[in-house]
């Protein structure tokens, strides 16, 4: 008999469902399901599990914060345990009879340390059978056959790799959290999470917060017509775009009358390349310019892969290999209602050649469709994505596109300005990836010597901005040039900020307890939040996965180095304590005061202990809000369109976070309980009818 396992349930069905031609039964019950078939005079069982097996942690000893020294953890043993009992026991059951197990986990780093344990598993119960690796990259009929008629022996440095990052992981998380948490008394529900991976992470986002900060703006001033030749209209800028000085704008300005002459025209025809195949960070960031977190896009993808619709979404290349048929894959895709026709469009092109990326490498082909399916069957959010990677893809296929670039400047009474227009001569690939495609922007056909007449002129004023914050998209393209985490982490570490209530908004924007956290440790544990100790982590193990690195000797030196920041830490333990608890204030700023323009801010009664949102120019403004009594508190900068108070955001662990406007009596609260809408488990309700008892102030609304 061959057991295969895979990493998750759908994927055993899809591959027995591949295997049998549909001719299988599902046994076990509903909570772990087992898929039996007869294939090529072999008896085949089926079975998937539920993400890892076996979770890494410290001996019961250790377990009381408060009872251990957080650099005890350093050098404490690593133990092992059963993350569900139930589950591998069933498959050890299965793995009894099994002459050869196969599995078929995702290929990648944690796919495979996945595979090495629930392997070793069997093992136990049966060190006589054969472990294989079924190594695909599509749940196509075709990668799955291929995959199981030639299956290869297991990658046990790749999985060595896994395991040495994970247990690096929980010692410097672990041993980290806790002392910065002990060390600040923020314990329980409020304590303080550190990570290698998330702390420098966290500082990209501070140090932008505090170059926007430290920015000083500048004002200038601009001058704008709109001028018309021949009855067509078209807009020209003043040459020197930005006057420092409203005086010497004014002048330019004054000097303006009503008619001007073409000094200059000069055209000049671009070539557009398309696009490089999408890698994981590549169709990330694309991903978050349509709207989606970046772990929104990756739960979306996972889905569609695990559906046969697209390829692999963790990988780092950037090339396809010469193995993919691209004119059979283009045949088959043609099948698709929506997209077909452009398939067909990319077929008829003489000769096929995609672009290349500079990221080459053979774990994985870069993301691209392998199913057609029709709008319909897809949920919204789910078609987005896919049309967004089949678009891709069509578009590394499809030609050059070409445009046209016009400049026109000007003379009106002396002051010189000029235009700008651009028009797509050739489509190219633009016409299958239109995303991000700016509009042609047409200029009359104007000819040196022309007069125009000015219609209008204006006299504009701003200032200089500071440098933008990271989107989700550019974070985790920042987080990929500076080597902090992996393809298949950095959405997770980003996702987990945004639970720790570190960060908030998209443009992303610092906590209060983030930037807290974050100063403390650049201040007096530098090496934490700097990216080059995390990068040569992660080139210590991609040498494991090679070959070249044992991972007991990795491990020994993250601990080495971890060893030198707790004798920092330890040395300035009190000074680190009073840095987080300045920073961290109680009285929390949530936004504006709609009554009076003062600040609200988050307090906690004396008398009572509850929170609430008071204003800071009590008591000359008595406007109160209540709160939800749990979770983290997070301002949002926004206001309610209904009610004009600020919005918040609530974070629970193990909840998704919620937004809220503060007044219990909003319309907004009313429209979704009527709509019977999932508003956080019933906590907006709950927060809009709740009158809390305040100790020292009254409970309504001044």
């Known amino acids: 008999m061959k057991l295969i396992i895979t990493e998750k349930n759908i994927t055993a069905r899809r591959i027995a469902t591949i295997l049998s031609g549909g001719k299988f039964k599902e046994e ?146 672990a041993s980290l959290t806790r002392f910065i948490s002990l060390a600040s008394k923020r314990l329980g529900k409020q304590f303080l999470s550190v990570g290698r991976v998330q702390s420098p992470t966290l500082a990209i986002i501070v140090d932008r917060e505090k170059e926007r900060k430290a920015f000083v703006s500048e004002p200038f001033w601009t001058i704008k017509l709109l001028c018309s030749c021949d009855g067509e209209q078209f807009q020209a800028t003043h040459r020197q775009e930005r006057f420092k000085s409203r005086e010497e704008a004014e002048a330019a300005f004054g000097r303006l009358n009503g008619k001007g002459t073409v000094t200059q025209v000069a055209q000049k025809e671009k070539t557009t390349a398309p696009p490089a195949p999408f890698n994981t960070t590549g169709f990330l960031t694309a991903a978050a310019s349509i709207g989606f977190t970046a772990a929104g896009a990756m739960r979306v993808a996972e889905s569609l892969y695990m559906n046969g619709y697209i390829s692999y979404p963790r990988v780092d290349n950037t090339v396809y290999p010469a193995s993919l048929d691209l004119r059979e894959l283009l ?96 489509e190219g690939w633009m016409r299958y990836y239109p995303y991000g495609r700016k509009k042609d922007l047409l200029l009359p056909a104007l000819q040196q010597g022309d007069e125009v007449r000015v219609k209008e002129k204006e006299l504009g004023e701003g200032e200089t901005q500071p440098p933008a914050r990271y989107s989700q998209g550019t974070l985790i393209a920042k987080m990929e040039e500076l080597g902090l985490g992996t393809k298949s982490t950095r959405h997770a570490i980003i996702e987990n900020l945004y639970e720790r209530g570190y960060i908030y908004g998209d443009p992303i924007a ?171 488990d019933g906590k907006v309700k709950e927060a809009a009818e709740s009158q809390l008892s305040h100790g020292d102030r009254s409970s309504s609304k001044g």
């Not at 404490?76 to 099994?98: D, H, Y």
């Not at 993250?558 to 030198?564: A, M, P, Q």
Request: glycine letters at 8%; one cysteine or more.
């Open 28 to 173: 076990g019950g509903s909570r772990n399901p087992v898929y039996s078939f007869s294939a090529n005079g072999d008896e085949w069982q089926c079975i998937g599990l539920k993400g890892h097996v076996l979770k890494v942690d410290f001996p019961p000893e250790y377990e009381q914060w408060q009872d251990v020294d957080p650099a005890a953890l350093v050098r404490a043993e690593i133990i092992k345990s059963p993350l569900q009992k139930t589950l591998v026991k069933t498959v050890q059951n299965l793995g009894k009879n099994a002459d050869v197990v196969i599995i078929a986990t995702d290929f990648d780093r944690e796919g495979e340390l996945i595979g090495a344990d629930i392997a070793g598993q069997v093992l136990e119960v049966n060190p006589d059978a054969e472990v294989l690796r079924a190594r695909f990259s599509a749940l196509t009929p075709a990668e799955i056959n291929q995959a199981f008629a030639e299956p290869e022996k297991p990658y046990y440095n790749l999985a060595a790799s896994g395991e040495a990052r994970q247990d690096i992981d929980l010692v410097w998380g």
């Open 331 to 426: 045949g088959e895709l043609s099948a698709s209602p929506e997209l077909g026709a452009l398939c067909r469009e990319i077929l008829g092109q003489d000769k096929i050649t995609p672009t290349r990326g500079k990221k080459e490498s053979t774990d994985h082909p870069p993301i691209h469709p392998t199913g057609a399916v029709a709008r319909e069957k897809l949920e919204p959010q789910d078609w987005r994505i896919y049309e967004l990677v089949f678009r891709r893809f069509l578009a590394t296929l499809a030609p050059s596109a070409l445009t046209l670039s016009m400049r026109v400047d000007l003379e009106v009474e002396g002051e010189p300005f000029f235009s700008r227009g651009s028009r797509v001569l050739q």
């Open 510 to 680: 610092p906590s209060e307890t983030g930037t807290a956290v974050t100063e403390a440790l650049c201040k007096f544990a530098t090496l934490i939040v700097t990216p080059e100790m995390t990068a040569r982590l992660e080139e210590d193990m991609d040498a494991i996965a090679e070959g070249r690195e044992k991972p007991e000797e990795v491990v020994d030196k993250s601990r080495v180095i971890l060893e030198g920041i707790f004798e920092t830490l330890n040395s300035k333990k009190d000074d680190i304590a009073e840095e987080i608890r300045n920073g961290i204030r109680e009285d929390k700023i949530v936004g504006i005061c709609p009554n009076c323009g003062n600040q609200l801010k988050v307090i906690r009664s004396r008398k009572t202990k509850k929170r609430f949102v008071g204003c800071s120019n009590y008591p000359e403004c008595n406007t109160t809000y209540p709160l939800p009594q749990s979770g983290g508190i997070v301002p949002t900068d926004e206001t309610c369109p209904e009610c004009g108070t600020p919005r918040i955001k609530i974070i629970s662990k193990g909840r998704r976070p919620w937004v809220l406007c503060l007044d219990p009596n909003c319309p907004t609260k009313k429209k979704a309980e009527t709509a019977n809408l999932d508003t956080g």
